[in-house]
């Protein structure tokens, strides 16, 4: 008896061992492949693209003025919550430029999970290159008041 729970737990050891391996070279190759995420409010041709590319993508939902859907702070049962405001009276400068591009990149579930949030969010990895979404982050926060972006540095919140 003792025999076989020494092999179960060696069993065990390794594949959590293998598990372990498997996680770090998988992190490891991620942060290889990685693009830049870094927003760039401050240069005006990337601001530039990046209203064209809103107005084109994400004005829809978020406003021409990135004021959001009406009522989006409201909460109702079975009912998807209404797109936030981009501009500084929402809470998306709170987020760092990585949590914003992945949110834009992959969904909100990226970052939240599957069946945490129920948004009307699509992730735009298959509609704009990385540059594009850099464009667009660098062109919402180019709009904040430089207070926000200094206090967003300070927030905590999902990285």
Known sequence: ?????????LKYTAALGAVSAS???LSYYEAQTL???TLHPENPVLVQRGQVLYSQYCAACHGDN????PGWQEKKPFERPRAPPLDA??????HSDKSLFIMTKFGVHALEGKGTLNSDMPAFED???DEEIVAV?????STWPKDDTN????ASGPE
């Open 1 to 9: 008896m003792k025999a076989e729970k020494k092999n179960l737990i």
């Open 23 to 25: 996680l770090y070279l």
């Open 35 to 37: 693009p830049d995420m």
């Open 66 to 69: 990135l004021e959001g859907q």
């Open 89 to 94: 009276t929402g809470k998306a400068w709170r």
């Open 127 to 129: 509609t704009l290159k």
């Open 137 to 141: 982050l660098s062109y919402v926060e």
């Open 151 to 154: 206090e967003r540095e300070n």
